[in-house]
């Protein structure tokens, strides 16, 4: 997940570790979002947040 600093908005998306380009997906807005994309994608594990 990837966070801005200036704003504190949250969007979860993927990342190319070749590249490092962020693919955004969905805007996170409350725990719910988050636990939406966890789901969506099967993602059990915790998400780290980057600025």
């Given at each position: ?10 969007v ?9 380009k ?9 725990p ?20």
């Open positions: 997940m990837f966070a801005s600093v200036c704003t504190g908005e949250q979860a998306g993927f990342k190319d570790i070749q590249t490092g962020l693919e955004e997906i969905m805007l996170i807005k409350s719910k979002d988050l636990d939406d994309f966890k789901n969506t994608y099967g993602i059990t594990e915790e998400i780290e947040k980057e600025y």
